[in-house]
């Protein structure tokens, strides 16, 4: 009997590894790779970020990406007319300066680099609305290094 029967076992390659393996391992790594990422921007956040919010209470969210040079990001944030709110955007220490900008469509509220890059800006929200929070990390001069690191961006509310 030849041919390809349902009940012939699966024969081994020679070099004895199945072929599907190397996808899975393959799969594996960038999973891993991407989540140990992620969890040491958390980390950050968690650490060197959350503290600057004092003495606003955290919100709850961890907002923490990996950013390279020239990237921006886009958070959307709805905060709640008559509440004070301090936004802390960081990053780590290798990187250049971060520029953010809070907006309201297409109305730009505040801009850190008009206020030589501050980290933190404190506000009270006029009418309840969603902004959105434009981070990006600013060209360095150094044109033969692109710089790439993690930077967060927290919110906190501040207690009556």
């Known amino acids: ?38 969890s040491q921007c958390i980390g950050f956040a968690r650490a060197i970020v959350k503290p600057e919010l004092a003495p606003y209470i955290h919100d709850g969210n961890y907002n923490a990406a990996l950013l390279g040079e020239g990237e921006t990001i886009i958070l959307q944030k709805t905060v709640f007319q008559g509440q004070k709110y301090r936004i802390v955007v960081k990053g780590v220490p290798e990187l250049p300066p971060l520029r953010f900008r809070i907006m309201d469509a297409d109305q730009i509220i505040f801009d850190n680099a008009n206020h030589d890059f501050a980290p933190k800006w404190d506000f009270i929200a006029e009418i309840t609305r969603t902004l959105s929070v434009e981070v990006s990390i600013t060209e360095d001069e150094d044109e033969d290094s692109l710089k790439s690191g993690c930077i967060a961006v927290l919110v906190g509310i501040k207690p009556e």
Do not use: C, E, I, Q
């Open 1 to 38: 009997m030849s041919g390809n029967s349902p009940n012939k076992p699966y024969k081994k390659r020679a070099s004895g590894f199945y072929p599907g393996l190397w996808v899975l391992f393959a799969g594996f790594l960038y999973f891993f790779s991407a989540n140990t990422a992620s």
